[in-house]
């Protein structure tokens, strides 16, 4: 997987975390040797003290970056065969970040579902994209707390004057500015979706047409209590 699952916080760990040449030439090493790999092995191929490539591969698990495994290895058996390998395995496939906040592996995932939706079905893509954002936003929402659930996609809600929400940050910026009507509407009914599986009507999701902000807000309707 990659860094979209992971809060944003957590994501700029990660990036800062491989900012040590050590850590990111031991990631990469796992990333790309297909199997579980051993302390000792790792520090064998980056040439590091095994102690160091120990110290660094624990603490990319604690970032998330890794996980980890105990297996017995398979040339040793019987008793005496010593205790389980501690191996390493790849947590993520990619580490990515952005300030502020953007969503576009989310907006290419509902652009290449629809289009298979569109396929199998015979019908125009814009048809269900709608109910594919709208399908995606379900899975994103937290009961009793939309604008937790707002905060935590990066859409950085504050109360405007009519007591509903704006949204200061739209996470597909770059992509609504060249695809307005189709990113809009997606986000729309992504935002709808949250909305619902959050305990209101997506009728609170509204357009909000303008410069600096996301193109949707929150009616009063869409009010929970601030957490």
Partial sequence: MGTTGLPWARRIAAVATLGDSHRRRLFEYVL????PVGRDEAA???DLPRSTASFHLDRLVREGLLSVQF???????GPGSGRPAKLYSPELQEVTVSIPERQYDLAGHLMAEAISRSTAQGVPVEAVLGEVAADRGRLSGRPGDF???LRE?????????SEGYRLRNCPFHRLSQEHEDVVCAMNGAFLG?????SGLSPGAV???????HCCARVTPAGNNTER
């Fill in 44 to 46: 064998s191929a980056m």
């Fill in 193 to 197: 979706g949250v909305a619902s599986a």
């Fill in 206 to 212: 509204v357009p909000d047409p303008g410069d600096g």
């Fill in 32 to 35: 790309r040797a297909g199997q």
């Fill in 153 to 161: 996609l990066g859409y950085e809600p504050y109360p405007d004057e």
């Fill in 71 to 77: 297996r017995k290895p398979a040339h040793k058996t």
């Fill in 147 to 149: 604008p937790g659930a």
